[in-house]
C-alpha cells in the first residue's frame, strides 16, 4: 500500500462536483456518472468523492474516515483517538467486492467528540486546532495509519482504482449528500497508495485538485510558519491548508482568500481605484508566500458549499453550470451535460476569479 | 547644423582621435599599414591641445561666418551646401596660408605631402565622424546645437 | 633599497608587427609600464610595475599589447604555490601586512556552481516571458503575518499599515562601495543607474556627496563603525538606512581608505581631515552586545520618524543564523549578509581570503532558522558576496533571499578588470581612485549606460529562468528550494543546503 513518500504526486486530472444549493440531499449515483464520462483523463492509479450531509444522525460529531495497512495500525491509532476523543460510535466504512479492485487497507470510521477534559486542558487551542493536531499527528507518526477525512457531518471516500470503480466500491450510491465532489488521478509515478488519491480532507475541508503547482515548494515552507506539516508531498494538501489558515485562522472571506491564491497581476493591480489597489497591494505583500503559481483547477468542499477557481493565467479547464438551485462545475463540459442535459446556463471560468456554490441554510465555516 | 564637440572633463588625452582621423586619411584605410608608410605624410584634422590637468581634442568649428572662406583668395575654401561643412578643394588650394592666419582657432594646418590646407571636414560621406565614433570615452559628441 | 626578492607579476609583449608606435599605451598607464623613447623613436614596456588591468591592451588600436603571467616559475609545488612564495618574499622586505582588493581569489567551491535548475515539461507547462507577464516586483521591509481588514460598502478595504517597503523593479541592488574607495564618477553612476533601473544602490561608508542627492531616493545609506558623513539630514536624505556590522571581505575588522585616497571631496563629505587614513574601527563603540544593537536602531528609527526601512548588514560567519535571528527580533527591517567571496576596495590578504563563510549556506541556515522560529516575515534577507550572473542570482532567491547586492559584478560591468590593486589608488580604469586625472576616465554616462545594461540583460535572463520554471511570479521562486538540484555535493552540504541531489524526483 505505500507510496514512495519522497515522490511529490503531480496533481492530475479530472474533476467534478455537484451541490444543491436548498441542501437537498441525493445519491452518489450522479456524481458516478459525471466522473466516469472523463475516464480518459485518469490511468487507474487513483480516484475519489467528497460528501457532504452523508451522516444526519451524527452531524455534530466528527466524522474520522481512517485507513490502516494492518491490525497493529488500527489498534495503535483506536488507542491514540481515545486520548483526545469520546468515541461514540465506530464501524468498518462499508465496502462492496468489485473486480477491478483487487487489494484494499483496513477502512474504519469512527464518530467521535473532543472530550471535555481535553477542553479544558487546552484551553488556549479551538477544537479546530486540536482535531488538526491529532489528524497531523496520526498521518506523520503512527505507521501504516491515515486519515482521510476528519469533518463533521461529511466524509471522504478514495483510493487507488478509476474514480467510477472506487464509488461504486464504496457504495456511494446508497448515500445521500447535498454536495459531492469527485476526482479522477493520472499521476507520473508508479506506486498507488491509497493515501495519496484526491480529495485531500482536513476538518471540513475537501480538495480536489488538477495542475501542477510550481510555488509548491515555498508554500510548504510558508505554511510550515504556522505549524502546518506536511506530510503527503501533494499540491492539494498545501492548497487545504492554505485556504484553512487563511479564511480559518486569519478570518479571511472567500473573496480576499482567493484575492491572496491567484493574485492579479502587478499591471493589473494598478489599474484598479486607490481603495483596490492598496488592498490587492497589501495583501500580495503580505501573503508572497501563499501565492500558487502554475496550472491549477481546483474545488475546494467545505461545510457551507463549494468553490471552484482556476489559476490567474487560466492554464486548467474548469466548466461550470446552473440548473435551479443546482451548481455542477467539473473539467469537461460532458461531465456536466451527462447528469444535467439542459442547464440554465453554462461558462467557462474566468482565471482568479471563484465560482461560489453557497448553501441557503447553512452554517457555514467559510464565510463566502 | 552638427558639428563636433569636446569635453575636457572626460578626455583622457589618449589621442585615439587623432590615430583614427589620420586612419581615415589614409590611402590604405588600414591602421598598420597607414602608420607605418604613410605616417608622416597626413595631417590628421584633430589635434588634442594638453595643459597641466587639462586636455581636449581640438578641430575646426566650421563657423557660420567663416573669416577662412573670407580670406581665401582662390575660393578653395567653401562650404559644402549638403553637411555645411567648411571644406578645402585641393585642386584650387595654392598654399598662401591666409587661412592658416586668419583661423581663430588655430584649426587649420599645412599639409604635408602636398602645398595645401589641411583640416577636419567632418568625415565627408560618413554618418559618424571618425574621431567622435573612436573616443573611447565619449568625450567627443556630435550633435546640433 | 631595491626589493630583491619581489619579481613581476606579469609580462608584458607588444608585437612588434603590429605595434605602430602611436603611444597610447604610454598616455593610459598609471604605473608606467610603457615609455616612448624620442631618440630611438620607440615605444617599450618595463614589466615590472604591471597589475595586469589591461588598459594599455584594450585601448591600443592594433591590439598590439599582451599580458601574461610571470614566467619566472617555480619547481612545481602544490603546497608552496607560487602565490605563497611570493607573499612571504614581500613580507620579508616589507615587514608589513599583505594588502588586497576585490573579494576572494581561493578556489573556495563555489556553491552556485554545484546547483542546477528546474524547467517544467509536461505536467506543467512553461511559460513564455516574451509573451506573458512576468513579475520581478519585489517588496524589501517588515511584513506582518496577517491582514486586518475593514468591511465597507459592500467590499472591503485595508486596515492594516504596512511599514515602509522598498519598492524593487528587479530583485538586485548595487551594494556598499564607499565614496572614497571609489571615484565620485563611480559613485554618482551607481546612483543614476539605480533610479534609472528601479532599484537602489547603497552608499557604503562613505558618506553621501552632495552630487547624489538627486538620487537620493535610491539610495541606502550606510551607518558603519566610523559614523562617516552620519548626521540626521544624511539619514533623513535617502530611502533607507543600514547599520554596518560587518563585510564579508574582511569580518571582524572595520573599513579601510589608504590615505592617498582621501583628497578634499573625500574629506568633507566623510568629515575628516584630508590626507588621514580613514580606518574604521572594528566594533562599533556603542554595540557590543544585541541589545545595543536594538538601541542603535531604534535610535535611527527615532530619528527617521520610523518612516524609513532599517537594515543590518552582518558578515557571514559560524553562527550567522544566530546573529540574523537576534538582529530580525532586535528590529531589523532587512537583514543584509556578505559572503566569504564579497568585496572591497582594501583588506589584508589573510582576513580576506580565510575569514568567513560561503554566503550559499549562510543563506539557507538563516532562511531555515528564521521559518523555523516563525519570524521569516519580519525582515526581508539580501544576500552578497561575488554574484556574478543571473543564474547565481535565481539560485539565491531560490534557496531564500529576497534580493541580491551585486558589487564587484558592478564594478566589472563600468570597466573593472579585477588586477585588485584598489588600494593604491591608481585605478587605471577611473574606478578606484581619486586621482583627478585618472577619475577623468570614468565617463558617467557612459557607466550609467554599462549599469543599466548589465541590470536589463540580467532582468531578461532572470525572467526566461523563471518562465522555464512555470512561475509567473517571482514571490513564486522565493524560498522554493523545490527548483534547485545540488551537483557534486555531499550529505552535509545538502542538508545545510536544504536541496535534493539531482536524480531525486519532486
Redesign the interface.
Same mark, same amino acid.
Given at each position: 500500500m505505500f507510496q514512495l513518500r519522497d515522490e511529490k504526486d503531480m496533481g492530475g486530472c479530472a474533476i467534478s462536483g455537484i451541490m444543491s444549493e436548498e441542501g437537498t440531499r441525493f445519491s452518489g449515483a450522479d456524481i458516478i456518472r459525471s466522473i466516469a464520462v472523463m475516464h480518459e483523463r485518469s490511468n487507474g492509479l487513483g480516484g475519489g468523492f467528497a460528501a457532504y450531509g452523508v451522516y444526519p444522525e451524527h452531524a455534530d460529531r466528527y466524522a474520522l474516515h481512517i485507513m490502516c495497512d494492518h491490525d497493529r495500525g488500527v489498534e495503535a491509532t483506536r488507542e491514540y483517538l481515545e486520548a483526545t476523543f469520546r468515541i461514540v460510535h465506530d464501524e468498518p466504512i462499508p465496502t462492496r467486492q468489485i473486480e477491478e479492485i483487487r487489494s484494499r487497507p483496513i477502512l474504519h470510521r469512527y464518530f467521535a467528540e473532543v472530550r471535555p477534559e481535553i477542553k479544558e486542558r487546552f484551553y488556549d487551542e479551538t477544537e479546530e486546532d486540536m482535531v488538526v493536531r491529532v489528524v497531523m499527528h496520526v498521518n506523520a507518526d503512527i505507521e501504516g495509519a491515515f486519515v482521510m477525512s476528519s469533518g463533521k457531518n461529511m466524509g471522504v471516500f478514495k483510493g487507488v482504482g478509476y474514480p467510477e470503480n472506487i464509488g461504486t466500491f464504496f457504495r456511494l450510491d446508497e448515500y445521500e449528500a447535498h454536495t459531492w465532489l469527485a476526482h479522477g488521478r493520472f499521476p507520473t509515478n508508479t506506486t498507488g497508495w491509497w493515501g495519496g488519491a484526491h480529495p485531500f480532507g482536513l476538518l471540513d475541508w475537501a480538495v480536489v485538485h488538477n495542475g501542477e503547482i510550481s510555488s509548491y515548494g515555498i508554500n510548504r515552507r510558508y505554511l510550515a510558519n504556522f505549524g502546518y506539516h506536511c506530510v503527503l508531498r501533494t499540491d492539494t494538501e498545501v492548497i487545504a491548508y492554505l485556504f484553512d489558515l487563511l479564511m480559518r485562522k486569519h478570518g479571511l472571506p472567500l473573496e480576499l482568500a482567493c484575492k491572496v491564491l491567484a493574485a492579479r497581476f502587478w499591471s493589473q493591480i494598478e489599474r484598479g481605484d486607490p481603495e483596490s489597489r492598496e488592498l490587492e497591494r497589501t495583501l500580495r505583500i503580505i501573503y508572497g508566500g501563499a501565492l500558487l503559481n502554475g496550472p491549477f483547477s481546483v474545488l475546494v468542499g467545505h461545510s457551507g458549499g463549494m468553490i471552484g477557481l482556476n489559476d490567474r493565467t487560466k492554464l486548467r479547464p474548469m466548466c461550470a453550470a446552473r440548473s435551479g438551485d443546482m451548481l455542477y462545475i467539473a473539467s469537461e463540459e460532458a461531465a456536466i451535460r451527462e447528469v444535467c442535459p439542459s442547464p440554465d446556463r453554462v461558462w467557462m471560468a474566468e482565471g482568479g476569479v471563484p465560482i461560489v456554490g453557497k448553501l441557503r441554510h447553512a452554517e457555514a465555516t467559510a464565510d463566502a | 547644423m552638427k558639428r563636433i564637440y569636446a569635453r575636457e572633463e572626460y578626455c583622457l588625452g589618449c589621442r585615439l582621435c587623432e590615430i583614427n582621423c589620420l586612419v581615415k586619411r589614409s590611402k590604405s584605410r588600414k591602421i598598420i599599414k597607414a602608420f607605418r608608410k604613410e605616417r608622416d605624410s597626413i595631417v590628421p584634422g584633430i589635434q588634442v591641445e594638453e595643459g597641466e590637468r587639462v586636455s581636449f581634442a581640438l578641430q575646426c568649428r566650421h563657423c557660420v561666418d567663416a573669416p577662412c572662406i573670407e580670406a581665401c583668395i582662390t575660393g578653395a575654401m567653401h562650404r559644402d551646401s549638403e553637411s555645411g561643412a567648411i571644406v578645402c578643394d585641393e585642386e584650387r588650394c595654392v598654399g598662401c596660408w591666409s587661412c592658416i592666419m586668419v583661423c581663430p582657432a588655430g584649426a587649420v594646418r599645412r599639409g604635408r605631402e602636398r602645398r595645401v590646407a589641411s583640416k577636419c571636414d567632418l568625415c565627408m560621406g560618413e554618418s559618424t565622424p571618425v574621431c567622435v565614433e573612436g573616443c573611447p570615452n565619449e568625450a567627443l559628441i556630435y550633435e546640433d546645437r | 633599497m631595491r626589493k630583491w626578492l619581489v619579481q613581476p607579476d606579469f609580462v608584458v609583449e607588444r608585437d612588434p @608587427?603590429?605595434c =605602430? $608606435?602611436? %603611444?597610447?599605451c604610454v598616455? %593610459?598607464c598609471a604605473n608606467d609600464v610603457h615609455s616612448y623613447d624620442p631618440e630611438d623613436e620607440l615605444v617599450s614596456s618595463d614589466s615590472a610595475t604591471c597589475v595586469g588591468c589591461h588598459r594599455c591592451a584594450? /585601448?591600443c588600436?592594433?591590439g598590439a599589447i599582451s599580458i601574461r603571467e610571470a614566467e619566472l616559475e617555480f619547481h612545481p609545488n602544490a603546497n608552496w604555490t607560487a602565490w605563497t612564495i611570493r607573499n612571504i618574499y614581500k613580507q620579508a622586505e616589507s615587514g608589513g601586512v599583505l594588502l588586497t582588493g576585490m573579494g576572494n581569489d581561493r578556489p573556495y567551491v563555489n556553491y552556485w556552481d554545484r546547483m542546477v535548475l528546474n524547467a517544467?515539461q509536461v505536467?506543467?507547462?512553461s511559460?513564455d516571458p516574451l509573451r506573458?507577464?512576468m @513579475?520581478l516586483?519585489t517588496?524589501l521591509g517588515r *511584513?506582518?503575518? $496577517? =491582514?486586518e481588514?475593514d468591511r465597507s460598502n459592500g467590499?472591503?478595504?485595508?486596515k492594516?499599515e /504596512?511599514a515602509t $517597503?522598498l519598492e524593487l523593479q528587479i530583485p538586485v541592488m548595487f551594494s556598499a562601495m564607499s565614496y572614497g574607495s571609489i571615484s565620485l564618477n563611480a559613485s554618482v553612476a551607481l546612483a543614476r543607474a539605480a533610479a534609472e533601473a528601479g532599484t537602489f544602490a547603497n552608499s557604503g561608508e562613505g558618506g553621501l556627496h552632495r552630487d547624489i542627492y538627486p538620487y537620493s531616493k535610491n539610495m541606502i545609506v550606510q551607518v558603519a563603525s566610523g559614523r562617516f558623513g552620519v548626521d540626521v539630514e544624511y539619514l533623513n536624505r535617502a530611502a533607507a538606512v543600514e547599520i554596518k556590522i560587518g563585510q564579508g571581505a574582511k569580518p571582524g575588522i572595520g573599513g579601510h581608505l589608504p590615505a592617498q585616497k582621501v583628497d578634499r571631496a573625500v574629506s568633507e563629505t566623510r568629515m575628516i581631515p584630508e590626507g588621514t587614513d580613514a580606518l574604521s574601527p572594528a566594533p562599533h563603540h556603542d554595540i557590543y552586545s544585541i541589545e545595543d544593537l536594538r538601541q542603535l536602531i531604534f535610535a535611527i528609527k527615532e530619528v527617521t520618524h520610523y518612516e524609513k526601512p532599517v537594515s543590518v548588514k552582518i558578515s557571514a560567519v559560524h553562527n550567522v543564523a544566530a546573529i540574523a535571528s537576534g538582529c530580525v527580533r532586535a528590529g531589523a527591517d532587512i537583514v543584509a549578509m556578505d559572503g566569504l567571496l564579497g568585496g572591497t576596495g582594501a583588506a589584508p590578504t589573510m582576513i580576506r581570503n580565510n575569514v568567513g563563510i560561503p554566503i550559499a549556506v549562510a543563506l539557507a541556515a538563516v532562511d531555515s532558522r528564521l521559518?523555523e522560529e516563525?519570524i521569516?516575515?519580519r525582515a526581508s534577507l539580501v544576500v552578497a558576496g561575488g554574484f556574478r550572473s543571473s543564474a547565481d542570482i535565481v539560485k539565491a532567491i531560490a534557496l531564500g533571499a529576497d534580493a541580491v547586492y551585486i558589487g564587484t559584478g558592478a564594478l566589472v560591468a563600468m570597466g573593472c578588470h579585477l588586477c585588485q590593486k584598489c588600494y593604491t589608488g591608481k585605478c587605471n580604469w577611473g574606478i578606484a581612485t581619486q586621482d583627478?586625472?585618472l577619475t *577623468?576616465? /570614468?565617463?558617467p554616462?557612459?557607466a550609467t549606460r554599462r549599469l543599466g545594461n548589465l541590470l536589463r540583460g540580467w532582468a531578461l535572463e532572470i525572467k526566461e529562468m523563471l518562465g522555464g520554471?512555470? =512561475?509567473?511570479?517571482i @514571490?513564486? /521562486?522565493?524560498?522554493?528550494? @523545490?527548483?534547485l538540484r545540488g551537483v557534486g555535493l555531499s550529505e552535509s552540504e545538502l542538508e545545510v543546503l536544504g536541496i535534493k541531489p539531482a536524480g531525486?524526483?519532486?
Open positions: - | - | @608587427e603590429r =605602430i $608606435q602611436c %603611444q597610447v598616455r %593610459q584594450t /585601448l588600436p592594433t517544467s505536467t506543467n507547462p511559460i506573458e507577464p @513579475e516586483v517588496y *511584513k506582518p503575518d $496577517q =491582514i481588514f467590499g472591503y478595504s485595508v492594516t /504596512l $517597503q521559518r516563525g521569516r516575515n583627478p586625472y *577623468k576616465r /570614468l565617463n554616462d557612459v520554471m512555470g =512561475i509567473n511570479a @514571490e513564486s /521562486l522565493r524560498g522554493n528550494r @523545490e527548483h531525486v524526483g519532486a
